[in-house]
Each structure stands twice: as C-alpha cells, then as structure tokens.
C-alpha cells in the first residue's frame, strides 16, 4: 500500500501516524507488524513525539550542527545534497511498528514522521507493508 | 508481549538480550523475526556489544559531543528534554533480529540494549513481536 | 540465508543490493518483508544511493566529524574500535525492504549498503531474512 505526501520547505518533519493507522485499520489485521518506510534517497522515516511539532525543528537543528550542510562533501559537485543523503543514512529511511486489536502499538508521546531533508518536493511515496500473524 | 525495565541513570545503557531470548524460547516459534520496540519519545534500542560495558558509556558520550544538551533547543522550554528526544529519532525506538533454531540470531558480540536518554524511570516499557516463518 | 563480503579498508562502504535481490528472486516469495542484518558489532546495513559512490565517503567523513576516532573513548583501551561501536550503533545493523512481484521494493536511487567501520576484515556475515505475506 502506498501513499504521498507532498513537503513545502527545504527540511521538515512531517507526521504520516493518522495515515498509516488508516491503512492498518482498513486492512482489518488484528496482530502483525507494520513497516513504514519511504522510497527515496534524501528523506527518512522516525518515530517521536509530535505533540510540540518543535521536535522536529530541535531534530533537523541539531542534524545541521553534528553534520554541517555544505561542508566540502564530495557529493556536492553532482547534486548539491549531500547533507541530505548523510542524515537520511543516519535516521533510516523506514521503522516498524507493532500492531495489536487492529491498531498500532505506539507509546502515549510516539508518532510515526518522515524527515524531508531535500525539499520541497511535490511527492514523496510512502510504502505501507503490513505483516499478519496467524 | 510486554516486558517492563526501570532505570536508574539519567543517561544509560541497559542490556535486554536475556528478557527477549527467554520470550523467544517461550514462544517455541523455531524461525522468523523478532521485533523489539521501547514505547516511549525519549529512550531508545540499539544492537551492540555490551561485554566492555564502557561501549555505553562512550555511545552516550559520544551523543553529547554530537548533540549538545541544552543548546538552545526549543523542545526545553517545555519538558527540558530536547536531546533525549533527537537522540532518540537517530537511534531509533527499534531492532528486528532474525529467529533460527528457536533463538535470536545474534553477533558473537551483539546484544541488544534499550538506551536511557531522560531517566531515571520507574518504568520503560518494551514491546516484543515475533512474527513466525512457517 | 547468509553470505559474506570481505572488506579492503578501514572503513567504506559496500553495496549489497544485488546479492539480497538475488536471494529474494531464489526464494520465489512474490510478496513479504526482507530484513538485511550485518553479524557484528562494528558494521552497519544502511540504504543509500550508490550510483555516486561518493556519497559512502561523505557518509564516512561526516561520521569522523559527528564522533571523532579516538577521542578518548574508554574502549580504546580495549580494542582501539570504540568509534566503529558507536557508528555501528547510531546506524543500526540492520533494514527491512518490502517484497512485492517477487523483488525488493526500493526507490530509483535506494540501495543496500553493509558500512565498514573497523576494516578490514575477510570476512563479514550479512543475514537475509524474508518473511511471505500470504
């Protein structure tokens, strides 16, 4: 199952959790796993809080202090985003999630995100896999 | 299945492999994945070896240097806690180990260890799946 | 199912993609999840582009910059690889990838990637998992 997501700024953290939870709750699986993950090279997939979006903002603040944007990396010749492609390695493009009575098992402050950290785009796919157990 | 663990460090390591080899064993399920999620925004789970326990210690310190504690973070004029929640986006909440022979397949010096990042807790609840191979 | 790499430096990084495509393709498994781990506790499984190989050495520069090697880590005076254990740690040793029409589901510029970062070494176990969706 797949869906998008479009991203107005260069770097954000969007939350996908009321997406993928619809798609859990659609696929009427009562016990399983569910893996989240997104299908490109500059962006990744977190779980954190999203009850004070300014998470996200301390995240991609503290990205750009441990690994400097244009700091000399070799991939900014070809694309200028290297960056990018460096915290997307670090974070992970993809989690996995438990899911139990046909919802995700999430703690009270977890939420699911995607990093954009090459944006805006106008599409980033997001790919739902949804794993039952018997 | 749950387990629960508390910590008593406002930063620390804590070696689970032992709790998710006993609720694989228990289980009887021969092959498959088994998945390990700590369910809350400020704590995570990592794969590394804790027979020098000062792998932690340094992980963390390591994390310090990267991630300033208190660095202007916005997220600490509300819970003072911003690292412990962006270290906890880079590390991820989760590991997924492969079942064989009804045990974790695990590294000679893997372990699995939740990492505290805004103890100390009474209580930090760990969530595993296993999900079977027929 | 496993294979190994050997690796030739201290640390780079190695595409994997088509030995793990290989593997799903072999196994006939139309649609799933395929787990990718490495067996040890100073490699790292990452997705990342690798048409430009560049992007690996920028990874691995940036690492050196966020956790520099020896830096007076207590596990230097163990086994001198404490900053691999750390990098393997915030990296994570394994990803999952979605099956589906018997292939991995990865975007245009997404590949698999097993990171070095105490090389080199004859020989390293990479762990290939896959898990059918009926």
Do not use: Y
Not at 37 to 58: F, K, Q, R, S, Y
Not at 74 to 100: F, Y
Not at 103 to 113: A, E, I, Y
């Amino acid at each position: 199952m797949q869906f998008t997501i479009s991203t107005g700024r260069h770097k954000e953290c969007i939350e996908i959790t009321e997406q993928v939870r619809s798609i859990v709750r659609d696929s009427g699986i009562e016990r399983g796993l569910c893996h989240v993950m997104v299908l490109h090279a500059t962006a990744a997939v977190i779980v954190n809080e999203n009850d004070d979006p300014n998470i996200g903002v301390d995240l991609l603040n503290a990205l750009d202090g441990a690994v400097p944007e244009h700091a000399g990396w070799l991939h900014d010749r070809v694309d200028n985003n290297a960056q990018a492609h460096i915290n997307a390695s670090i974070m992970g493009p993809s989690e996995t999630v438990p899911i139990e009575g046909g919802d995700l098992v999430l703690g009270t402050w977890q939420g699911l995100m995607v990093v954009e950290l090459d944006g805006p785009r106008a599409s980033r796919r997001v790919e739902v896999t949804i794993v039952p157990i018997a």
